[in-house]
């Protein structure tokens, strides 16, 4: 099982783009990496998965380099709606999961 | 329109108590799952059952039962209530095993007394 390892906490300010760096480095060949977001008092919503090289959609991107070891996730213009805690998965499947303390996002105006 | 719904969303409850959380997704989802997230924020999965048939069940002491009467349920009932038990449990739901995203409840905050 990866084990994943990201910064506690982040602080930004508003318009600023952030890069949130997660290391994975015993990734297996058929684990995806997948991201989650968390606000206060609410479950955890998806924000993107990838299994290599770049991933974008409209809320963010997913850089992967080739060795697959680490992952950032990149959020263009956070805005202060975008505090939150960042989870990073990495895994085949839910089996055995911990999300972990993720990586707290402040955003200052 | 709710996609994973939850009730209630609080309970407080006195130890030795036994109670139930309900959990119902209407997105035709086939796997379904518990959650817990500890005072400290991990969250750690307790289930996890596809097409009502349990698929995971980890290190979960047997006083928390899963019970799935159909696909788009998946209650969580807890007898005996420790104070440890005291925590945010969270159901979500996916299409399918495996890398799917998965689709998260609002939460039930549990605190036993």
């Known amino acids: 099982l990866a084990k994943t ?11 600023q783009e952030v890069n949130i760096t997660c290391s994975h480095n015993n990734i297996a060949t058929n684990d995806y990496i997948t991201w989650y977001q968390q606000f206060p008092s609410q479950g955890p919503r998806f924000i993107i998965q990838g299994y290599k090289t770049k991933v974008t959609n409209e809320v963010a991107s997913l850089f992967i380099p080739a060795d697959r070891k680490s992952s950032t996730l990149s959020l263009p213009r956070v805005s202060l709606s975008d505090t939150a ?12 999961v911990t999300f972990g303390t993720g990586t707290k996002l402040q955003v200052i105006p | 329109d709710t996609a994973v719904s939850q009730t209630p969303k609080y309970l407080v409850t006195q130890m030795g108590n036994d109670k139930s959380i309900k959990c119902e997704q ?8 518990w959650y817990k997230q500890d005072s400290k924020k991990f ?12 698929i995971i069940n980890e290190t979960v002491p047997n006083r928390f039962s899963p019970k799935s009467p159909d696909k788009a ?5 807890i007898n005996s209530l420790e104070l440890g038990d005291s ?5 979500a739901s996916s ?19």
């Open chain 2, 73 to 77: 349920h998946l209650n969580l009932h």
């Open chain 2, 87 to 91: 925590a945010v449990y969270f159901c």
């Open chain 1, 85 to 96: 805690v960042y989870y990073c998965l990495v895994g085949e499947g839910y089996q055995k």
């Open chain 1, 5 to 15: 390892t990201q910064p506690i906490s982040m602080d930004s300010y508003e318009g």
């Open chain 2, 26 to 33: 209407n997105l035709g989802h086939d796997t379904m799952y």
């Open chain 2, 95 to 113: 299409q399918a095993q495996g890398h799917e995203t998965q689709y998260f409840g609002p939460g039930t905050r549990l605190l036993v007394l």
């Open chain 2, 43 to 54: 969250l750690k999965i307790m289930f996890s059952y596809n097409n009502k048939e349990l």
